[in-house]
């Protein structure tokens, strides 16, 4: 089992920065890839960002390609993502989410685990 908890969230400007969180604990955190997903109300859950297991292959959804970055600190079982020139649309609350699978998916069924969330809102 493992447990993730989000932080990092809050209320920015259009055009600003945040950098999120994800500290795992409960396995060994190098042994899982890792997700970030997003769920604007009246959405589906939307993959943003994946990052294999080393932190040697990451990838990113078009929507959020050259403004988001995902990294991970495995000394520190945390895994980030560093959001940049943030846009309304970006509003939604940002999972992130484990997988057993080294390398990174794009599919929340591809996860096993997942916390629960951190709202990020974006105003114009």
């Known amino acids: 089992q493992v447990q993730l908890v989000e932080s990092g969230g809050g209320l920015v400007q259009a055009g600003g920065s945040l950098r999120l969180s994800c500290t795992a604990s409960g396995r060994t955190f190098s042994n899982y890839a890792m997700g970030w997903f997003r769920q604007a109300p009246g959405k589906e859950r939307e993959f943003v960002a994946a990052?294999?297991?080393?932190?040697?292959?990451?990838y990113d959804a078009n929507s959020v390609k050259g403004r988001f970055t995902i990294s991970r600190d495995n000394a520190k079982n945390t895994v980030y993502l560093q959001m940049n020139s943030l846009k309304p649309e970006d509003t939604a609350v940002y999972y992130c989410?484990?997988?057993?699978?080294?390398?990174?998916?794009?599919?929340?069924?591809?996860?096993?685990?997942w916390g629960q969330g951190t709202q990020v809102t974006v105003s114009s």
């Open positions: 989410a484990a997988s057993r699978t080294l390398i990174p998916g794009t599919r929340a069924a591809q996860y096993d685990y």
């Open positions: 990052i294999s297991y080393y932190g040697g292959t990451t």
